[in-house]
């Protein structure tokens, strides 16, 4: 893909207040990656986004 004036705005992180933190398209497709919590047990305390 060349960097251009789209992909750059496309791909800005300005705006995140970490690098690695995920934009909302990024989130949805890695969200699908994370199991499920366990039945039984306790609840997860962890915000998976968070």
């Known amino acids: 893909m060349p960097c251009d004036d789209i992909t ?3 791909h800005n ?3 995140l207040r970490y ?4 934009m909302d398209p990024e989130w949805t497709i890695l969200a699908l990656l994370i199991p499920p919590a366990k039945s039984g047990g306790r609840p997860r ?6």
């Open 13 to 15: 992180r300005d705006h």
């Open 8 to 10: 750059r705005r496309l």
């Open 45 to 50: 305390r962890t915000e998976m986004r968070g």
């Open 19 to 22: 690098p690695t933190d995920l």
